[in-house]
């Protein structure tokens, strides 16, 4: 990732000095949290990379569509949840293994991505953003709906396999082995994408389309199809990710909108058009929304100030970074400039 | 007569063709308004169709309603003037402004929980609750707007919902005892002069005159809605409209569009404000689903539904919103071609429990089609052409 890398760097070089004096505080109180509560922090430290890697997931998607044909895809969310739910189907329902809905689930909701594209996106590409964000938004409510219909209101749970059920020990506290599982896998599939768009062949003529359609077309690249074939895999990813998150903590109606406007923080934050700046934003995000927390309770028990330590800031913590970033950098961490402003 | 000319709003916006394929507006047509035989009356009554319109719809709504054939109960009418007052607020900035906001139901909220919070709460009097939410409305509108309006398009909406989240997630946390968390505020949350019977909410304020909540109602969503169209007529509504036409055109006319907007966001957080105060009178509490983005997105369907380039589109849409709500979800049976001679009877409870798939899928239609029209549209142009072919034949 050496154009990753670089961009880091470039990054970190014309960063203000009042943005670096902030990162130097959230270290100095982080590492106060990690020694003095050592456990804890790991605890949440991994819950934040789970966390991370699953918002990743829809994220990436969702920045590719938008990236690419300018869509803001909000019905990303509901393929999320769509994951969740058909995975619910083959465990729970038909008593499959997980490890058949691990594969299969990603392509059905692939599919149906490809099915939201060819029959309502397509007409969108190169109108107005607003449209398309009007137009996915409807869709959402019909597949909320549409779920509701087939697997009920109620929040519904199943089990992971038994050698996932197990937990692991780190030293200081113990892990569930499904959270190590869950990052591995969604950290394999975020880099598989990452790799396929940026550096093979494909990647490169869906990047060459974007930026001048037709002269693409006449270098024999199908453009139509590949944008399809895009879709497709920002689908399945976020549908892979709605099966972690499904196996892990259930699924619910509700996932669908709260996880489509978390990742679009996630975006604005990394900066929209920017895939690296959405995998790093994801995981920043996550790990703030979970150490914030621990960060505060250490903080109240070293100065013995009970009120610092907010019950329930977690949810809150992703806006309030969002418009730190924004206000700071308005175009997000590694956004290129004029992006759909 | 001409009914296409029949949006107040874009009155001086006259010839000019909107890019959006709506009609083309032009001064021969007026004039021929004065050869009708009704002419002289219609014609000195014309430029005030929004005011009468909003007052037979006043008048009429709720008889319309509670009629047998339709939804046969009187309360919604009073619901459905709340919700025109909140989405007509809302399009203000995406109809006349070009701004999408997905975070509106945060200043509906202000109004209900200001009330809700300064009766329950703090024992203060009802008004200073209702002009204390209002003002913090329109404040943290201005404060928002200054901060966001000029992020695109995209920005704004998104940026808008994760502050209405955000909002959420405070008033869940119930900060020093005031909001109740997510039980909401009931109890002592309706003035004095307001005393339930039976469901049946009648006032004690000027007994003589009125003593029916929904003239209360009423009165106050005419005087907003006749604000907001003296607002679109005026000069600032029109570069409001010009500003969501062309924005850089606008601004190289020498229009300082963020002012503007900033100005139209802070007028649009107000009204809704105003429209959450009335909720909360209608429903007795203040509840925490009204800060959810469902609040706000319903909205946005109602609005996007009846068509929000029109004065009368948003109210179009909460009306068609709300009749098929509780219209289809009262069937249980369907019976055609009539309930006193069905040939055809199908059970339809199962499949109307879940009427919002049905209106996702006419929405997403509608956005596909004519994202500007909606409904009111729709209908404008129908009638409109009926109109002229009829008049073809006379002649």
């Not at chain 1, 700046?277 to 903080?299: D, M, W």
């Not at chain 2, 005030?48 to 509670?66: M, N």
């Not at chain 2, 679109?232 to 969501?244: H, K």
Request: with cysteine.
């Amino acid at each position: 990732m050496s154009v990753g890398t670089s961009r880091l760097a470039a990054t970190l070089t014309d960063a203000s000095p009042a943005s670096l004096a902030g990162g130097v505080a959230a270290l100095a109180l982080l590492s106060l949290a990690a020694v003095t509560q050592p456990g804890l922090f790991v605890d949440n430290a991994i819950g934040g990379l789970v966390y991370g890697m699953q918002l990743v997931m829809v994220a990436l998607g969702l920045a590719l569509i938008l990236g690419l044909m300018g869509v803001v895809n909000f019905a990303h969310g509901a393929l999320f949840m769509l994951g969740a739910y058909f995975s619910y189907q083959v465990v729970g329902a038909w008593g499959l293994p997980f490890w058949v809905a691990l594969v299969v689930v990603p392509l059905a909701v692939g599919v149906v991505g490809v099915v939201m594209e060819m029959t309502v996106l397509r007409p969108l590409y190169g109108q107005q953003p607003v449209i398309g964000l009007l137009a996915t938004f409807g869709l959402t409510l019909m597949a909320e709906e549409a779920t509701r219909s087939v697997w009920g209101a109620a929040p519904l749970s199943f089990s992971v396999p038994p050698a996932l059920a197990t937990s692991t020990d780190l030293g200081v506290t113990q892990v569930g082995t499904f959270r190590l599982f869950a990052v591995a896998v969604s950290a394999l599939a975020v880099l598989a994408v990452y790799l396929l768009i940026t550096r093979s062949e494909f990647g490169l003529t869906v990047r060459a389309g974007v930026q001048d359609g037709e002269m693409t077309e006449f270098l024999g690249a199908n453009l139509p199809i590949r944008f399809t074939a895009m879709f497709f895999l920002g689908a399945a990813i976020a549908g892979l990710g709605g099966v972690l998150r499904g196996a892990e903590f259930g699924m619910g109606l509700s996932m669908a909108q709260q996880f489509v406007i978390l990742a679009f923080v996630v975006v604005v934050v990394g900066g929209v058009g920017s895939l690296f700046g959405s995998v790093i934003a994801g995981v920043l995000i996550a790990e703030a929304q979970f150490l914030t927390p621990t960060v505060l309770s250490s903080l109240a028990m070293v100065t013995g100030v009970e009120a610092i330590a907010v019950p329930g800031v977690r949810g809150i913590v992703p806006y309030v970074v969002m418009i730190v970033v924004l206000l700071v950098r308005p175009r997000g961490l590694f956004g290129e400039e004029g992006f759909l402003e | 007569m001409t009914a296409s000319d029949a949006d107040g709003s874009v009155d001086a916006a006259r010839t000019v063709e909107r890019p959006d394929g709506g009609t083309v507006e032009s001064d021969e047509e007026t004039e021929a308004v004065v050869e009708t035989p009704l002419g002289p009356l219609v014609a000195r009554l014309w430029p005030y169709r929004v005011p009468i319109g909003l007052f037979a719809l006043v008048v009429f709504l709720r008889p319309v309603v509670a009629h047998p054939w339709f939804l046969g109960f009187e309360q919604i009418a009073t619901t459905m003037l709340v919700w025109m007052l909140f989405v007509a607020a809302w399009n203000l900035l995406f109809g006349f402004t070009g701004l999408l906001s997905f975070g509106h139901a945060m200043f509906f909220g202000f109004g209900m929980y200001g009330v809700a919070i300064a009766m329950s709460r703090l024992d203060l009097p009802f008004l200073v609750g209702a002009v204390g939410g209002v003002v913090l409305a329109a404040v943290v509108g201005t404060l928002l707007g200054r901060l966001i309006v000029e992020k695109g398009e995209i920005y704004f909406a998104m940026l808008t919902l994760a502050v209405g989240q955000a909002v959420y997630f405070m008033v869940n946390r119930d900060p020093y005892g005031l909001t109740g968390g997510s039980n909401g505020l009931t109890g002592t949350t309706l003035p004095p002069w307001i005393e339930t019977f039976r469901g049946e909410k009648t006032l004690t304020l000027l007994p003589e005159f009125a003593n029916d909540f929904y003239y209360l109602v009423a009165a106050v969503f005419l005087l907003c809605m006749l604000a907001l169209w003296q607002l679109l007529r005026s000069p600032f509504g029109q570069t409001l409209i010009a500003i969501r036409e062309n924005e850089p055109l606008a601004r190289a006319m020498g229009v300082d569009t963020t002012r503007y907007k900033i100005a139209a966001f802070t007028a649009s957080s107000a009204l809704a404000a105003v429209a959450g105060v009335l909720l909360e009178l209608n429903d007795g509490a203040a509840s925490l689903a009204t800060f959810d983005v469902l609040t706000s997105g319903d909205a946005v369907l109602m609005a996007i539904l009846g068509g929000v380039n029109y004065f009368f589109g948003p109210i179009t849409g909460v009306f068609v919103w709300f009749g098929a709500e509780d219209y289809l979800t009262d069937f249980t049976l369907l019976q055609l071609p009539l309930a006193e001679y069905p040939l055809v009877t199908l059970d339809v409870s199962g499949i109307l429990q879940f009427w919002r798939f049905g209106l996702g899928a006419i929405f997403v239609l509608v956005v596909l089609l004519s994202p500007k029209d909606g409904v009111y549209g729709l209908l404008r142009t129908g009638i409109t052409r009926a109109y002229h072919r009829a008049r073809g034949a006379d002649e």
